[in-house]
């Protein structure tokens, strides 16, 4: 078993005053240290606070479900193909030689976290990150979900064209017991024309309503039929054009609800599969650009306690982007340009190649340098209020990004990025990225890793300051960040997209919940005598 694929059921102990385990809960006092800012006149007045936090977490893993919306796709037949290789051992010839299955690529499953250091050698201890807190195993996670298109999954696995032949042949007994996907709600208006030959497997009828019910009861039966505690809805469907936001319509919860209950047009099928997992109690996850979470059903889940996470998987280009972007501008040089170009060749590839589809993946991969620039007004001018047109929103580097269909490069895709930016008095530095990848190989592991991680979430609980029983979270899960690449957060707060800050984010809360303060690389031993 590749070490990614191994269970270690020993997870670390704290051993600490603030730190409690009972057999049920992991219980952990937690001090959220900030800062308070005062600007006045150009001048930055500092408070430091402290709030204190309790975080409590079950410790039993349910079982879980996890039903894909699009499951018969690349990523949904890849991802079903590789754990069921890990599940059941399978190695396969490649012309390299003998090949593992492995969790490669999963952040959880395959890095690993700083926890401490030993003292008597003073090296660093680093940990797997799925030892620091209970999460399930993806070998554990039963699969299902649904597809327009009614193949069964051994042979959606070879119409993907992703997997080496070998493991195809191995994985393909057990692909072919999943049977087919589910039927699912097909709104033609929403992806491109060019889908509709795969379109053979839809609820009938043009009643959203009727819809909603019917998915919703895909839900709670596969629920029931597998006894789960769990279920992780996750849209890895094709990507949708965006939805208008139209007031009464989509705006609050009440709208959206209605607007469903009188079939109106611009209900997408992501949203109508949101609003049912919403309903159901379940985790929405989604994996694709489109605006599924309008404004009435982050409302919806804010009612309902229920918990949502995406938007777009960030695999790549744009992961890359959120890691140069950051380092270019963090170190004082200032991106002129970032000029992005894609090829690919596969289904998303020729979905994406119809403008409004492309309209939704460009917004999502457009924004991703915005935190960035507004972080650092040095270099960019800040914005004029008052003033029209670009003043209006501040300086900000040109950016653009290409996607073209090539059908030849199947699931290999790729990237060509050019960074153009300003150096020292004047001068200028051009950065050149070509970044050519198995499109769904980097993609599978996100969504492993959005199912674990959410599953987590449901189980933690916090109490702040004055508060005497423990909540769940906040419903919009922005610890998901990492691996989206527009990711949704409560309303009204900033959106992180540097790599780096989003990795923190998430470590730290980890730690937290085991007790563990900060994510320190003060590392004051090593600067003290
Ligand atoms: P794919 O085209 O191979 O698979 C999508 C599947 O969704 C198809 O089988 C299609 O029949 C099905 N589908 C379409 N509409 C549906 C509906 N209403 N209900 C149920 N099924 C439906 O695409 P993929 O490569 O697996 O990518 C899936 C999604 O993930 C795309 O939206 C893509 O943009 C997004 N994404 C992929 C990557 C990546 O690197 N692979 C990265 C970021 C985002």
Redesign the pocket.
Do not use: C, M
């Given at each position: 078993v590749h070490p990614t694929a191994a269970r270690r059921p020993n997870y670390i102990t704290v051993q600490s005053e603030n730190t409690v385990y009972t057999d049920d809960h992991i219980t952990a006092k937690y001090l959220d240290r900030g800062a308070d800012v005062m600007v006045s006149d150009g001048q930055f007045t500092v408070t430091p606070t402290v709030k204190p936090y309790a975080f409590q977490t079950t410790r039993k893993v349910g079982k879980t479900g996890l039903m894909m919306?699009?499951?018969?796709?690349?990523?949904?037949s890849?991802l079903c193909a590789t754990i069921l290789a890990n599940k059941h051992h399978i190695s396969w010839h490649t012309k390299e030689g003998i090949q593992q299955p492995n969790y490669i690529g999963s952040l959880l499953r395959a890095s690993t976290v700083r926890i401490g250091t030993e003292p008597s050698t003073s090296k660093e201890v680093h940990v797997p990150i799925s030892d620091v807190l209970p999460m399930v195993h993806p070998n554990d996670l039963v699969l299902g979900g649904?597809?327009?298109?009614g193949l069964p999954m051994d042979k959606?696995m070879e119409r993907?064209k992703v997997l080496d032949y070998d493991l195809q042949r191995q994985v393909k007994p057990h692909m072919a017991l999943l049977g087919c996907?589910l039927p699912?709600?097909?709104?033609p208006d929403?992806?491109a024309a060019n889908?509709e030959a795969?379109?053979d497997n839809v609820i009938p009828g043009t009643d959203k309503q009727v819809h909603l019910e019917h998915i919703r009861a895909d839900i709670r039966h596969f629920k029931a039929e597998h006894e789960l505690d769990r279920v992780i809805v996750f849209?890895?469907?094709?990507?949708?054009r965006y939805s208008d936001i139209i007031p009464g319509v989509n705006d609050t919860a009440n709208n959206v609800l209605a607007s469903i209950m009188n079939s109106h047009p611009e209900v997408s099928?992501?949203t109508l599969?949101a609003v049912a997992a919403i309903l159901e109690g379940e985790p929405f996850i989604n994996?694709?650009?489109q605006n599924t979470f309008v404004p009435g059903v982050i409302t919806l889940a804010e009612r309902e306690k229920s918990f949502i996470g995406g938007d777009?998987?960030?695999?790549?280009q744009t992961k890359l982007k959120s890691v140069l972007a950051e380092f270019l501008v963090n170190a004082g040089i200032k991106p002129l340009s970032i000029a992005s170009y894609n090829h690919l060749g596969?289904?998303?590839g020729?979905?994406?190649s119809a403008e409004p589809q492309f309209k939704s993946?460009e917004i999502s991969k457009s924004s991703v340098v915005d935190d960035m620039v507004d972080a650092n007004r040095l270099l960019y001018k800040p914005p004029v209020p008052g003033a029209k047109g670009k003043a209006a929103k501040g300086e900000h580097p040109d950016h653009i990004v290409v996607i073209k269909y090539v059908p030849a490069v199947g699931?290999s895709?790729r990237a060509i990025d050019e960074y153009y930016s300003e150096i020292f008095c004047g001068g200028r530095q051009t950065i050149n990225i070509f970044n050519e990848c198995e499109?769904?190989l980097?993609?599978?592991p996100?969504i492993l890793d959005l199912a674990i991680l959410a599953e987590l979430l449901t189980r933690v609980k916090y109490r702040g300051e004055g508060q005497t029983d423990f909540a769940p979270l906040y419903p919009v899960l922005s610890l998901l960040s990492y691996m989206c690449?527009a990711p949704l957060v409560k309303p009204g707060t900033d959106v992180v997209n540097s790599l780096g800050r989003q990795r923190n984010a998430l470590e730290s809360f980890l730690k937290a919940c085991v007790g563990l303060e900060g994510n320190s690389d003060l590392l004051l031993e090593t600067r003290v005598w």
């Open positions: 919306i699009g499951l018969g796709g690349n990523n949904g890849t649904w597809d327009i298109s959606a993907a996907p699912s709600v097909y709104y929403f992806i889908q795969r379109a849209w890895t469907a094709n990507t949708e099928p992501s599969f994996g694709a650009p777009d998987l960030k695999s790549g596969n289904n998303d020729h979905n994406l993946k699931d895709k499109d769904s980097l993609a599978t996100l690449k």
